[in-house]
């Protein structure tokens, strides 16, 4: 059992940066894949970015590739969404995610078992 819980997330002027964190429990969090996704208002919930479990290997949607990193430290069970240059477009709620154990990093949401609460972001033009 994996339990997550987001921070981070707030009100920001396009242009700025946010850093989102999310905290995980359970002891086998550093032998598992993590995932960011959001959901805009009206919209699916989509992929955003992945990390493998030692942080070797890295995912991005086209749509933040350059603008935002995702990072790990297992040492803490922390994962991390940094997001620079934000967008009006990128206000959304932001969910972190826990894969299966010594699985891979992946962009689809069915691969992912565990979820947290969310983080609302909010970009204003």
């Known amino acids: 059992q994996v339990q997550l819980v987001e921070s981070g997330g707030g009100l920001v002027q396009a242009g700025g940066s946010l850093r989102l964190s999310c905290a995980a429990s359970?002891?086998?969090?550093?032998?598992?894949?993590m995932g960011w996704f959001r959901q805009a208002p009206g919209k699916e919930r989509v992929f955003v970015a992945a990390?493998?479990?030692?942080?070797?290997?890295?995912y991005y949607a086209d749509s933040v590739r350059g603008r935002f990193t995702i990072s790990r430290d297992n040492s803490e069970n922390m994962v991390y969404l940094q997001m620079n240059s934000l967008k009006p477009e990128d206000t959304a709620i932001y969910y972190c995610?826990?894969?299966?154990?010594?699985?891979?990093?992946?962009?689809?949401?069915?691969?992912?078992?565990?979820w947290g609460q969310g983080t609302r972001v909010t970009v204003n033009s």
């Open positions: 359970g002891r086998t969090f550093s032998s598992i894949p």
């Open positions: 990390i493998s479990w030692n942080g070797g290997t890295t």
């Open positions: 995610a826990a894969g299966s154990f010594r699985g891979r990093p992946s962009l689809a949401s069915h691969e992912y078992n565990y």
